[in-house]
């Protein structure tokens, strides 16, 4: 297996995988979704609330907020030592109280701990007008993608195989370049050259262009780039690494119980 970055930061991560299996590149793709625990706001106890919305729409907003999460510092509610009932090795509190009028933004909320807040200050919660006014405070907790979407640490994540242009025998006449939406072809010295290969999206209108059928394009069956954006909860990169883990860790544990039983 080989990994080679392509574009990597804490919001984006872009890389190539190689010499791996179709399942192992999807078993990848659903860690990063699903199976990184992130902090999000679980449940709020709302004091006063005098603006347009329900409470249960502030609660929808402020769920969605991803929170910035300090995976050394907090642990699952089922496996802290309260067992669920709530304590602060398990749980965050952030409070809110504004009157209007004025716009109410994330960064309004309050949080118990320095290093766990939300990502983004500039997400819009509610437009308080004259005489409206919201007291609450929001209980945040570790989650799993796979329970709710907003424990998703890893947004717009996907993968594509690694495309392959074969060029044969041809004669330039550029036919194929004027079909091609991404530039991936482009001539040079008389000679047609594959300039971006990571750009191709396997559309093959190069290929149908071609009456010479001189351009044959294919996938190759063991590489894949991925892409994908964190959600601001943790980093791109950790996102990776902790997804890999995941795998390493559920495999063996498989192997474990295989063994037991044989």
């Known amino acids: 297996m080989e990994i080679e970055i392509i574009e990597l930061s804490d919001q984006k991560a872009k890389f190539l995988l190689s010499g791996v299996s179709p399942a192992f590149a999807n078993g990848l793709r659903r860690n990063m979704l699903s199976e990184i625990p992130i902090m999000a706001i679980d449940h709020i106890n709302v004091y006063d609330n005098t603006s347009v919305l329900f409470d249960e729409q502030l609660a929808l907003r402020l769920g969605l907020i991803p929170i910035k999460t300090d995976l050394d510092s907090y642990t699952l509610p089922k496996e802290c030592s309260c067992k669920g009932a709530g304590c602060p090795q398990c749980q965050l509190s952030l409070t809110l109280s504004a009157a209007g009028p004025k716009m109410v933004y994330s960064g309004d909320l309050v949080s118990t701990d320095p290093k766990v807040g939300p990502a983004d200050p500039k997400i819009p919660i509610i437009e308080l007008k004259d005489h409206q006014k919201v007291v609450l405070e929001a209980i945040a907790c570790l989650g799993f993608g796979k329970d709710h979407a907003k424990w998703q640490a890893a947004v717009a994540c996907g993968y594509k195989n690694l495309p392959i242009i074969t060029i044969k025998e041809c004669d330039a006449c550029g036919e194929c370049i004027e079909f091609c939406p991404r530039g991936v072809l482009?001539?040079?010295?008389?000679?047609?050259?594959?300039?971006?290969?990571?750009?191709?999206?396997?559309?093959?209108?190069c290929e149908t262009a071609c009456d010479m059928g001189a351009i044959e394009v294919r996938e190759d069956p063991t590489s894949f780039i991925f892409s994908l954006e964190s959600s601001g909860s943790i980093p791109a990169p950790q996102i990776i690494i902790e997804a890999a883990k995941g795998m390493k860790k559920r495999a063996n544990q498989l192997r474990e119980t295989l063994t037991s039983l044989g």
């Open 186 to 205: 482009k001539i040079t010295n008389n000679n047609l050259k594959v300039v971006d290969i990571l750009g191709c999206s396997l559309c093959r209108q």
